[in-house]
């Protein structure tokens, strides 16, 4: 059974930046698209990168500038980096499989919140 | 982007009935190609990572009770509950993947 966790601080300066690691769990990561998708606290769904592959890359546009979505296919894994992050930036983040197509698995979800 | 609008914003529906949430989409994400509707349907429950539900329009993801359906094609959509059980409350959110990905806004589904 294949599963995914987040994990990374949970509090996040302004301006700093925001770094988390999923951990995929049952089965290889090669072959599938893999995203980051964020839920800012009484908002909807918003996606944020996927990767395929190690290299083939994909951000949502209002976020580009400040993002970095990476592959360890050797550990299972894959991380995303936002810069300079604000108060708009405090959300729940899952990882997920999928994005280029459907998304059809999901981690459970980890909340960063920006504050001083 | 594409834009993804659902209605209505909320619904409450008594237990045994129907429920129905549209989705529509700025422009076409049917690809011709394929004869593909690229959208996807997920279930959101408190507390819960959001749930694949429906994916190229109207294909159920696997061990969804066949009480959800998808239907629509171009820019309209449907996800219908044919008889609303007490778990299917939740948030309902559309996806589209013609392009980058965008979801709906969603839709918070209550009992009556």
């Known amino acids: 059974q294949v599963q995914l966790q987040e994990s990374g601080p949970g509090l996040v300066k302004p301006s700093e930046t925001l770094s988390l690691t999923c951990t995929v769990s049952g089965d290889s990561m090669t072959g599938y698209y893999w995203s980051w998708i964020r839920q800012p606290p009484g908002k909807g769904l918003e996606w944020v990168a996927y990767i395929f592959n190690g290299g083939d890359t994909n951000y949502n546009p209002s976020l580009k500038s400040r993002l970095t979505i990476s592959q360890d296919t050797s550990n299972n894994q894959f991380s995303l980096k936002l810069t300079f992050v604000t108060a708009a930036d405090t959300a729940i983040y899952y990882c997920a499989r999928g994005g280029y197509t459907e998304i059809d698995l999901w981690g459970q979800g980890t909340l960063v919140t920006v504050s001083s | 982007d594409i834009v993804m609008t659902q209605s209505p914003d909320s619904l409450a529906v008594s237990l045994g009935e129907r429920a129905t949430i549209s989705c529509k989409s700025s422009q076409t994400i049917f690809y011709s190609s394929n004869n593909e509707n690229y959208l996807a349907w997920y279930q959101h429950r408190p507390g819960q990572p959001p749930r694949l539900l429906i994916h190229?329009?109207?294909t159920r993801a696997s061990g969804v009770p066949d009480r959800f359906s998808g239907s629509g094609s171009g820019t309209d959509f449907t996800l219908t509950i044919s008889s609303l059980q007490a778990e299917d409350v939740a948030v309902y959110y559309c996806?589209?993947?013609?392009?980058?990905?965008?979801f709906g806004q969603g839709t918070r589904l209550e009992i009556k």
């Open positions: 996806q589209q993947y013609y392009t980058t990905p965008t």
């Open positions: 190229w329009a109207s």
